[in-house]
């Protein structure tokens, strides 16, 4: 189907259930591809890149870097996006996993670091600098294993992403059905050599669990997210993974918990962030209740009994299967 009318269905049944939804809405600006490339400051200062007249609750940076682009070439695009996204009184996420990427962006103003830093330990300045601007991280460390292990045919879904998945998605996710002449160089790669896959990924978590935990241990924002969408990360039940992988960086249940609710709340920012993540009078009523502790075990997390949206009820079973 063309464009406009896969947007127009999309709108017309997120309009039908949105009482049963998530209240972030949209989060990607348009179904379609590729999404806004600034290139340069003037088109970056042009209203955010085009953003500022959506009206949007939070303006997203990639700040990716190579030999070819350093640091320093992107940075005037990033700070540009960042003082016309402000000036319209907008927040701003960068997404930096490398420490100096990653240190440019909050020195340039962003509110928001999307994923670990996962090429080196962060230094005392780099610690220092988050907690002067009260800078808030989202470490998403689900997805840096996600790729890899899609690719090399390793995926560890958790049991909630089994049972409450999309099977569809899941079912995709088989490298092994595509035809060997069709399979991309990456792929081939990894399925040739899956132990060096799940080597890169252990590297990679290496450096950001030990990351996290410095951070959280000096009292950095941390807010729980998974970056559900990238290959691999199933939307809503991979949040259980990215649970089990904080509390093997040493966080302990409760700031888990406290990741994913009021700090959450705080990344949201705005109307929503305001009455979200806390149980208090004029709070949205919000709500889901456990059969288990949470705080005697993360997993418990998932043991869902109940769901309260907007006040109205719903038991597990009928939401869930």
């Given at each position: 189907m063309g464009e406009e009318s896969c947007e127009r269905r999309l709108c017309a049944l997120f309009a039908q259930r949105h009482y049963q939804c998530c209240r972030c809405g949209w989060t990607i600006l348009e179904f379609r591809s590729p999404q806004n490339c600034q290139r340069d400051c003037e088109n970056a200062t042009r209203r955010g890149g085009g953003a500022v007249d959506l009206k949007p609750d939070l303006v997203k940076i990639w700040y990716i870097v190579d030999k070819d682009h350093p640091v320093d070439s992107f940075r005037p695009i990033v700070r540009a996006t960042i003082e016309e996204s402000h000036a319209?009184?907008?927040?701003?996420?960068?997404?930096?996993?490398?420490?100096?990427t990653a240190r440019a962006a909050v020195e340039e103003g962003a509110d928001v670091l999307v994923h670990s830093v996962i090429d080196k330990p962060v230094d005392d300045?780099?610690?220092?600098?988050?907690?002067?601007?009260?800078?808030?991280?989202?470490?998403?460390?689900v997805v840096f294993e996600r790729y890899g292990r899609t690719f090399s045919h390793q995926l560890n879904l958790a049991p909630e992403e089994k049972a409450w998945g999309n099977p569809e998605v899941i079912a995709s996710l088989d490298v092994t059905k595509i035809p060997q002449d069709k399979l991309?160089?990456?792929?081939?790669?990894a399925l040739a050599d899956p132990n060096a896959a799940l080597d890169r990924i252990r590297k990679v978590h290496e450096v950001a669990l030990k990351n996290l935990k410095t951070l959280e241990g000096a009292g950095i924002c941390i807010a729980a997210g998974t970056d559900a969408g990238n290959i691999g990360t199933i939307h809503g039940p991979a949040l259980f993974r990215e649970f089990q992988l904080m509390?093997?960086?040493?966080?302990?249940?409760?700031?888990?918990?406290q990741c994913a609710t009021a700090n959450a709340a705080k990344l949201f920012g705005g109307h929503t962030g305001a009455h979200i993540g806390k149980l208090e009078s004029g709070n949205f009523a919000d709500i889901v209740i456990l059969r288990s502790n949470p705080l005697d075990d993360i997993a418990h997390a998932s043991d869902i009994d109940t769901v309260i949206k907007n006040g109205a009820v719903y038991p597990a079973d009928s939401i869930l299967h």
């Open positions: 319209h009184k907008i927040r701003v996420a960068v997404h930096a996993t490398e420490l100096e300045a780099f610690v220092k600098l988050l907690k002067d601007r009260h800078t808030i991280l989202c470490p998403t460390l991309p160089e990456r792929i081939k790669t509390k093997e960086a040493g966080l302990t249940n409760m700031q888990i918990l």
